[in-house]
């Protein structure tokens, strides 16, 4: 039996999650104000599939079995850590171009590349993962012994769309934007977006060395 009650639920989890000005949010912003709404879209659609297998493997309760082990915090806490440090250095180096294609040409190499990106940074990020662990118990119904497949499958996807919703309107709005902002300004996007990146990585690799001190 399908719950709508939850499905919406789950949809509206999707909008809150991606309406905070996360990394992935801010990332999304900066690639469609520098180049264009196809690029912003793609890295949207990335990080949505990523909420989408985060929630269910929460709902699966996979989250909740690896978080007790010690090992799994200092492997999520590295390799979420040292890809947002990677991209958040990568932001700051990267140059606006100096006029913005009013019909991006793009080829299918990076039309995997954006998604695949944004997907990783997605489900490698750990206060990400955290923030699923939590949530996907808490959207649970109090008297479901356990979710049936169908309900497990269309709660993943509704999130996915929820948050999909959110990141494409962020999207289509920073690619109008870039159309009208000087390239210096779209510059300083670039560095600020790289710098909240990087610090965000930065606090989850010394939270890696933090833990991994305390296991020896």
């Known amino acids: ?3 709508y009650w939850f499905l919406l639920k789950c949809f509206l989890f999707g909008i809150s999650a991606s309406s905070t000005v996360g990394p992935m949010f801010i990332l999304t912003f900066n690639h469609s104000a520098l ?4 690029k912003g879209l793609l890295t949207a659609l990335g990080s949505a599939l990523g909420d989408g297998l985060l929630i269910f493997l929460g709902f699966m309760g996979t989250l909740s079995l690896l978080q007790t082990s010690q090992k799994y915090h200092v492997f999520i806490d590295f390799a979420g850590g040292f890809l947002l440090i990677v991209f958040g250095v990568f932001m700051l ?3 606006a171009p ?3 294609p009013k019909q991006p040409n793009i080829r299918g190499n990076w039309l995997l590349l954006y ?3 944004s997907f990783l940074l997605t489900v490698m990020n ?6 699923f662990m939590f949530v996907s118990s808490q959207l649970v119904p109090d008297e479901a012994q356990a979710l049936s497949t169908s309900n497990l499958l269309m709660g993943s996807a509704c999130t996915m769309c929820g948050s999909l919703s959110i990141l494409g ?12 902002v000087s390239p210096k300004k779209l510059r300083i996007v670039s560095i600020i977006t790289g ?3 990087l610090s965000i990585g930065s606090y989850f690799f010394i939270d890696a060395f933090r833990v991994l001190s305390k296991m020896f």
């Open 35 to 38: 180049h264009g709404f196809s």
């Open 169 to 180: 309107s962020v999207a289509f709005a920073a690619s109008s934007l870039g159309y009208v």
């Open 126 to 131: 750990p206060l990400t993962i955290f923030f």
């Open 195 to 197: 710098l909240v990146i």
């Open 93 to 95: 180096f990267q140059k």
């Open 115 to 117: 998604s695949v990106k």
């Open 98 to 100: 100096s006029e913005m």
């Open 1 to 3: 039996m399908i719950d």
